[in-house]
């Protein structure tokens, strides 16, 4: 549920860089960017949290957006392509608490996370983590240790594989090393 004096949840995607050329505005999810605007370089959000992608259907490199001015995302974010899809991600209110695995299929270590992590080494003293359930909340995970490099959004559900990239916009062979809830206070 949004809050009343937040808004409609909104991000507006432009052709060009700097917010110009023709805009299209999303306040939900979005498959396929090409039927709207034939290219996207840069965007606005003006109430909530984004994930974008670099492919149609939620596919490729994934980028967290929130409330703010991208005039040029490409080269803040490194990325090689325009943003394809877009997902909302919903206002989360309440307990997080996610599980992480040391192996896939739930399989070795396991941890039970209700707050951020840096680093899953230092704080559990695993190596790695192929595969979660996410039960409360929404979260973002890190491929390197301090919220940094490729992410990952996981919503509540259950990934049984890391590395073989189903359900993961097609990332496949990721590692996550750091873990970070996605707050209201973001939004």
Do not use: A
């Amino acid at each position: 549920m949004i809050p009343s004096s937040q808004g409609k949840l909104s991000i507006v995607f432009y052709e060009d860089k700097n917010f110009q050329g023709r805009s299209y505005e999303c306040s939900s999810d979005c498959t396929d960017m090409s039927s709207n605007l034939s290219r996207c370089h840069s965007c606005r959000v003006e109430n909530g949290c984004f994930m974008v992608y670099d492919r149609n259907n939620y596919m490729g490199n994934q980028y967290f957006m929130r409330r703010g001015d991208y005039p040029d995302y490409m080269r803040n974010f490194g990325m090689s392509d325009c943003i394809k899809s877009c997902h909302m991600i919903p206002m989360h209110r309440g307990n997080y608490k996610m599980r992480i695995y040391e192996r896939e299929n739930f399989g070795g270590q396991m941890h039970e996370m209700m707050d951020d992590c840096d680093s899953i080494m230092g704080r559990y003293r695993m190596s790695d983590c192929q595969s979660c359930n996410v039960m409360d909340g929404h979260w973002l995970m890190y491929e390197q240790n301090h919220f940094r490099g490729r992410m990952m959004y996981m919503r509540p559900g259950e990934c049984k594989n890391f590395s073989s990239g189903i359900g993961m916009g097609g990332m496949r062979g990721m590692r996550f090393m750091s873990m970070r809830r996605i707050m209201d206070s973001w939004y």
